[in-house]
């Protein structure tokens, strides 16, 4: 099955810096990879996510690049703020039809510092 | 605003209840919904699959019988823990595709269970 390796676990960034999450994958039949943002207590809220036909994606701050080669995708969040703060988790999932399950990165605690 | 609803958001409990844990989707239909159990400082775990109008379909290792899965209508799917016991304690968290699989899931924000 698919498998997701993501890193750093944690990150710690000034109020300001950029913070950079990276992820790879195993199964070349994966072409949907979301990314989503866990607050304490809370269940994940999708940010971003791209598809495999297309190697990257902005929205404001934050941006996803896919290198499908290297099956490499990334997370960037620019000009960092204290609410940025939470654990980020990549996600896989393969094409094929149907309501594939996503396989899930093992996420990273970002602590941005005021 | 929320596409999915869980309840209860917390539910502490003694040793050899069952706790059943409510699932809704809010303006959509969700023919297919995931049940995840996450424990602290860790990722999401996939327990199994909840299709509308059919049994539940369980990941390797996840009990059945103890996870007791009903998805009756298209908008509510139920998470059942019969007689849990303090190992049973975790985050579960719900997720709902619409009736297109190529649109993103959405999650309910969890429900912490603390058996004593």
């Known amino acids: 099955g698919e498998n997701v390796e993501q890193h750093p676990s944690t990150l710690s960034v000034q109020e300001g810096d950029s913070a950079v999450i990276k992820c790879t994958y195993s199964?070349?039949?994966?072409?949907?990879f979301p990314w989503y943002k866990q607050e304490l207590g809370k269940g994940p809220q999708l940010i971003i996510d791209?598809?495999?036909?297309?190697g990257e994606k902005k929205d404001q701050r934050i941006a996803v690049t896919l290198n499908k080669t290297a099956k490499h995708f990334s997370l960037h969040i620019t000009e960092t703020q204290p609410e940025d703060s939470a654990v980020y988790f990549c996600?896989?999932?393969?094409?094929?039809?149907?309501?594939?399950?996503?396989?899930f990165g093992i996420g990273t605690k970002l602590q941005v510092i005021p | 605003g929320a596409v999915v609803s869980q309840h209860p958001s917390r539910v502490i409990c003694k040793s050899g209840t069952s706790v059943k844990i409510e699932c809704r989707s809010l303006?959509?239909?969700?023919?297919?919904m995931f049940w995840y159990r996450q424990f602290p400082k860790q990722s999401l775990m996939l327990m199994a699959t909840?299709?509308?109008?059919?049994?539940?379909?369980?990941e390797q290792g996840v009990e059945k019988d103890k996870f007791l899965i009903n998805h009756a209508s298209l908008t509510l799917s139920t998470l059942t823990v019969t007689s849990a016991h303090p190992e049973d304690s975790s985050f579960y968290i719900c997720?709902?595709?619409?009736?297109?699989?190529?649109?993103?899931?959405?999650f309910g924000d969890g429900t912490r269970l603390s058996i004593l």
């Open positions: 997720s709902a595709f619409g009736q297109d699989s190529n649109q993103p899931q959405h």
């Open positions: 199964d070349s039949a994966s072409n949907y």
């Open positions: 791209i598809r495999s036909n297309v």
């Open positions: 996600a896989a999932r393969k094409g094929g039809g149907g309501y594939q399950k996503v396989t």
């Open positions: 303006d959509f239909q969700a023919t297919t």
């Open positions: 909840s299709n509308e109008g059919s049994k539940a379909t369980y």
